[in-house]
């Protein structure tokens, strides 16, 4: 943690009044904060509490509406981001904001490329993303071409890129919601170096335990107001969530009831998805809840993008006794298995559209006779949908990419609902989403449980396997190495089957 006399130091960069306002919704009000040198200051909140937009603000990205800022005591206005990165401010985006057509050395040194004499210095760029990689804990080839890799690893390439430039603050906007706990633990060694060598750094994050280790000031926005400032020193994670949700989060995990002697759903055999799941069998019983856990690379998403024809795949897949090919994902969706991908932003949903086009458009011939949609029927559905899964809005005319993370992941199960499912695959349910819809869509997957749907939630968050499964299974390299229930669902037991460690076998 910092000393008492770099926090009694003047601050690097420091806000007050800081107001935005889109159109007739003013999502930030009279915002007062200050970074200092040396300092690590979170900024925590529900998803749509205004905390990316008073990054954005501070970062150049977006003119505030009213209020001042200052660096090193002096007034300043930025033009543009860029004009912030020569100030020493520079942002990591919750977005992947990378050419994925591009290689992970040229995404890093994009727009600043080294040159020796008429010709790129390719192997000097190549071996200084190289090291920039590894600086973070990952270990990525500088020649990989970004659409290849996971969104982890997009994201460790875009940390590395915005760490490239030479910097006094730094903004991280939920830096770890796509990482493993290995590459988390690496980033906040790095922060902390950060730290050491008098950077400010502001940091965003849903993760409070994440927060309470790294943090040496905590501001809580909620609804686009600040709530209080305090010494990380002072507040516990539960502190946190109390102050961000405005009452007590207690209980974050429904009450789960054992399907183990319910009849199997979904049977899959000795299916293949090639270069990324091996000989993968699993069973699936009505009403249960079954997780897939592994470290990022295992082969967890594109063991289930295979199942439902979004990768090629080979393999028995039985519903209720019957053998399917889900060849795609019309077969799937029709045959009863829908698929929600981590990627609600860019293949969920589409962020351009208005809600009512994003909740009908996969079920539009329940709202289709006669040759044209009926547009009352469809304006019910979105009424229903909006007060089933409590989504968020001011107006239903907005934009889904308007919408806040958690809101956008209850707009998608909304829209997968509307299919009537029997089995539904939940790939990150919670990513990048606070912990107060995190509960929320917690509860929304138990009823879906209790309703007597299937369901398979693969995750990266171990306490949210173990808060939400009855059972979890654990990929390694490809296949399935293990399974983990009752009193040996706990962390321990899935890292050693994760890592090889130990050895186990699937039901």
Not at 214 to 232: F, P, S
């Amino acid at each position: 943690m910092s000393t008492a006399g770099t926090m009694a130091s003047a601050p690097l960069l420091e806000a007050t009044g800081l107001s935005k306002t889109f159109g007739i919704v003013e999502v930030l009000k009279d915002i007062n904060i200050a970074v200092r040198a040396g300092e690590v200051h979170a900024i925590i909140g529900e998803n749509g509490a205004g905390k990316s937009t008073l990054m954005k603000i501070l970062a150049g990205n977006q003119p505030p509406t009213r209020g001042e800022m200052r660096m090193d005591g002096e007034v300043v206005t930025f033009s543009g981001p860029v004009d912030a990165e020569h100030r020493g401010i520079v942002l990591v985006h919750q977005e992947i904001l990378l050419a994925p057509d591009l290689t992970v050395a040229q995404n890093i040194y994009l727009g600043r490329e080294v040159r020796k004499g008429l010709t790129l210095d390719d192997r000097t760029m190549n071996e200084g993303a190289a090291k920039a990689i590894r600086d973070l804990g990952g270990d990525l080839d500088p020649n990989a071409i970004v659409s290849r890799l996971s969104i982890a690893q997009r994201q460790l390439v875009q940390i590395a890129r915005v760490l490239l430039v030479p910097h006094r603050i730094v903004i991280f906007d939920e830096p770890t919601a796509s990482l493993t706990p290995h590459e988390t633990e690496a980033l906040l060694k790095v922060i902390r170096q950060i730290r050491a060598k008098g950077v400010g750094v502001l940091y965003i994050s849903h993760r409070l335990p994440e927060v309470k280790e790294i943090a040496d000031r905590v501001t809580v926005l909620r609804d686009g107001r600040l709530v209080a400032t305090h010494e990380a020193s002072e507040l516990q994670p539960a502190d946190m969530a109390r102050l961000m949700v405005g009452r007590d989060v207690a209980k974050l995990y429904p009450d789960r009831h054992a399907a183990e002697t319910r009849e199997v759903v979904l049977d899959v055999e000795h299916f293949n998805v090639p270069g990324y799941a091996q000989d993968a069998s699993f069973k699936l019983r009505r009403g249960e809840i079954l997780g897939f856990a592994g470290l990022v690379g295992a082969g967890r998403t594109e063991l289930m993008e295979g199942m439902v024809g979004l990768r090629s795949g080979r393999g028995s897949v039985r519903l209720n006794g019957n053998p399917v090919s889900l060849t795609d994902v019309h077969s799937s969706l029709k045959a009863g298995v829908a698929y929600l991908s981590e990627d609600r932003k860019g293949k969920g949903l589409l962020l351009a559209k208005d809600l009512l086009v994003n909740l009908t458009l996969a079920s539009l011939g329940k709202f289709t006779g006669f040759l044209q949609i009926d547009r009352r029927k469809e304006a019910q559905a979105l009424d229903e949908a909006i007060r089933d899964f409590d989504i968020r809005t001011g107006t239903k005319n907005i934009l889904a990419g308007q919408l806040s993370g958690g809101n956008q992941q209850k707009l998608l199960l909304a829209k997968m609902m509307l299919l009537d499912p029997q089995v539904v695959i939940i790939d990150e349910p919670t990513r990048g989403i606070d912990i107060g819809n995190k509960e929320q869509i917690y509860k929304f997957i138990a009823a879906l449980s209790e309703e007597g749907r299937s369901i398979i939630v693969v995750s990266s968050e171990m306490p949210e396997l173990i808060g939400i499964c009855d059972r979890i299974l654990v990929m390694r390299s490809g296949r399935i190495v293990g399974e983990v229930t009752g009193e040996h669902m706990n962390e321990n037991e899935i890292v050693q089957l994760a890592t090889g460690v130990k050895s186990g076998e699937a039901a």
